[in-house]
């Protein structure tokens, strides 16, 4: 695309939200994306080695020559990182559950209320669209009936200040009529076919087109809504490598000029201008791409306040069929407002495994010191592989905490790691509080109960080292620019033009709940601002 | 399609790699008469993914392997031990605080679970073929599906 309106920078969760909404008035945007661009008929197999492999899998976080090493990032604290590279990046991985955050967790941080996100949570849900689910896999009634069991009672809001469990609202179409034997091919089948495949990627219905594709990732709702516009242009296997500046010196520093970038595949180099450009790669890729491109950071803001929800699994083994893989990954949840929220998780067997046998701290044969599990940590030999055994039988809860945002979790460069083709590569710091942890202890012991309420007989907790799928508020908005790095317009304190438009620009972990939803209400708020200031 | 019938003698023999090897045979044994995560050929999926992510690293995942094995019987390699002495170093490596070595136990673990219980022991990535790992029946999995129509099952 010749001379572009606005660059986005990221075609994952919030990128092609922004893309959409100004490509929608007219805005020529050109999307920027590091990872391929896959067809869901063709290239999502359903395996879970073939697409979850973290090293080699489709979906992992590095180039579509899956021959070549993936993308590194030093760890100090953090766990496993779940990121995933692509047009629709971690969408086309997550579960696809689309809460609202929790209204008290809007604190003196937040420049906007919770009321300024309600036109954009509509908006969002309208286009998706997102929905309470209207029934529930076995796995989720018994999650369910084990909520109920310890006094939860049943809500369907959307607007949670207390605890309860919900029936979840999901970016996941009602569940499809269908009857046993039934080919389950479009358009004889329309809607979710209740596959369990939703972190292989979704390609159900069989024969759909992307608009009846069952989990609304945003490579097959927002990304084809603003190419179809005319005026947004997707590149994928393009990293970006520098945000183009010139130093002005006026209330903000630097004024952007456009973005640099190099083709994955072809090592070749490009450069496109824009009066826009917005930073949408995510939490650990939009702190590394400021710092290597050498924007201020006056106030060394940029890539702190890390958040990820320290995440962590409890499972129950019962002595009846649970059905792990069946259904939609998660259709229930428990909401406990200032603590975080728990749900359960559906999986394959190498998760079930991982969860089981892999995990962090402590060993299966120690003293559990009184908790309320049986078992804790990691697990080998023939004890371990008879766990496994009963997967069927078996109920994975997460355990999703509320963590504090403080300044020591940040991402930063890894001046000790050789960096790679597209500069130094980031280093993701994770110091969670004490008070995160003690929520992550209450949340796991809420999910025992849970889970022994449902009738569990032994119960196991993974205590990994915090897992990352949930990575936010590292380019932060907020009120100060000592303490973020844009305002409540989501543009950059320090430079004129450069916006946020993902997850990073939250301003904590919204109180626990997944954070798509709102990470994409922001991102379409924030498209307004863009068009408003800088492109009307 | 991974060959489902080689021996141990036709694995990688690096010594970095036969340590590996070792220690995934006492992470995923064989025992009750069915196979461990070696006899399907899993080591090699744990190999052929660190010398992607790291070439050169799965010696000095070996050499760490040895060090560790010294404390448990002074002047044994890590193949040398029992299933027994290599499961007391995987419990000295898995309380390690450091990041590296972390990562190390961690990807033992997880991709020698991969190895067993997805479907890559049974797969042919060019063709799309799959013989489903004999796991699956055992743990109760379907495999890969189009739906559920029975997703109430039991409820």
């Known amino acids: ?536 | 399609m991974p060959d489902q019938d080689a021996t141990p003698a036709d694995h990688d023999d690096r010594p970095g790699a036969l340590a590996i090897r070792a220690a995934i045979e006492a992470i995923a044994p064989p025992f009750d008469e069915r196979p461990g995560a070696v006899d399907v050929g899993a080591d090699r999926h744990v190999v052929d993914l660190i010398d992607l992510a790291v070439p050169g690293f799965v010696d000095m995942i070996g050499m760490l392997l040895d060090a560790y094995a010294a404390d448990v019987r002074p002047g044994a390699a890590f193949v040398e031990l029992s299933l027994d002495e290599r499961g007391a170093v995987l419990r000295a490596l898995s309380r390690e605080e450091g990041q590296d070595v972390r990562d190390v136990v961690d990807a033992l673990f997880v991709f020698t679970m991969g190895g067993l219980y997805s479907e890559w022991s049974g797969y042919d990535r060019s063709t799309g073929g799959l013989d489903p790992p004999a796991t699956w029946a055992r743990i109760g999995f379907r495999g890969p599906s189009d739906g559920h129509p029975d997703y109430r099952e039991g409820i």
């Open chain 1, 1 to 536: 695309m010749d001379a572009p309106d606005a660059i986005v920078i990221g075609a994952g969760g919030g990128g092609p939200v922004v893309a959409q909404e100004l490509a929608a008035r007219g805005v020529k945007v050109l999307m920027l994306e590091a990872g391929p661009w896959f067809d869901p008929d063709r290239d999502y197999t359903r395996l879970e080695d073939d697409m979850n492999g973290i090293l080699d899998g489709k979906l992992r976080w590095g180039p579509s020559d899956r021959t070549q090493a993936p993308w590194t990032r030093r760890r100090d604290g953090a766990g496993l990182i779940l990121q995933c590279a692509g047009v629709g990046g971690t969408t086309q991985h997550f579960n696809a559950i689309m809460p609202r955050m929790y209204p008290s967790a809007v604190d003196g941080d937040w420049p906007i209320t919770y009321d300024d996100l309600i036109p954009y949570y509509e908006r969002v849900e309208a286009f998706l669209p997102v929905q309470m689910v209207d029934d529930l896999a076995t796995k989720d009634a018994l999650f369910a009936s084990g909520c109920e069991a310890i006094g939860l009672r049943r809500s369907e809001s959307t607007y949670v200040t207390d605890p309860v469990w919900r029936p979840c609202h999901n970016a996941i179409l009602p569940i499809a009529k269908m009857t046993p034997g039934q080919e389950l091919r479009w358009p004889e089948v329309d809607g979710c076919t209740m596959c369990g495949h939703c972190l292989q990627g979704c390609p159900n219905p069989v024969g759909a087109p992307v608009e009846r594709k069952a989990k609304r990732a945003t490579n097959v709702s927002y990304v084809p809504a603003a190419v179809a516009t005319g005026n947004c242009e997707v590149v994928p296997n393009a990293y970006a490598t520098a945000i183009l500046f010139d130093d002005v010196g006026d209330a903000r520093p630097a004024r952007v000029r456009g973005v640099r970038w190099r083709d994955t595949a072809s090592g070749e180099v490009r450069e496109a201008e824009a009066r826009v450009v917005v930073l949408a790669g995510g939490s650990i890729e939009s702190p590394r791409l400021w710092l290597n491109s050498g924007l201020p950071d006056p106030h060394n803001v940029v890539g702190r306040h890390l958040t990820s929800h320290c995440q962590d699994f409890v499972t129950g083994l019962f002595d009846r069929e649970v059905h792990p893989d069946v259904g939609q990954v998660t259709m229930a949840r428990a909401d406990f407002p200032g603590q975080g929220t728990l749900w359960s998780q559906g999986f394959g067997p190498t998760y079930f495994a991982t969860v089981i046998m892999a995990g962090g701290r402590g060993f299966w044969d120690e003293p559990t010191d009184g908790e309320p599990w049986d078992f804790a940590g990691r697990w080998w030999g023939p004890e371990g592989l008879r766990k496994i055994d009963e997967y069927h039988r078996s109920l994975s809860l997460v355990v999703c905490v509320d963590d504090e945002a403080v300044p020591e979790s940040r991402v930063t460069l890894a001046d000790d790691w050789a960096a790679d083709d597209h500069g130094p590569v980031p280093k993701v710091i994770y110091r969670p509080s004490a008070a995160t942890l003690e929520r992550r202890t209450w949340l796991a012991r809420t999910a025992a109960r849970i889970l022994r309420g449902a009738g569990a007989r032994e119960v196991h907790r993974s205590n990994l080292q915090p897992l990352f799928t949930h990575i936010m508020s590292s380019m932060r908005m907020g009120n100060d620019p000592a303490a973020s790095v844009c305002d409540a317009d989501g543009q950059a304190w320090q430079v004129e033009g450069l916006f946020v438009g993902d997850s990073s620009a939250l301003p904590n972990g919204i109180g626990g709940p997944n954070p798509t939803l709102t990470a994409q209400a922001l991102a379409a708020r924030t498209a307004d601002r863009i068009f408003e200031l800088a492109l009307a």
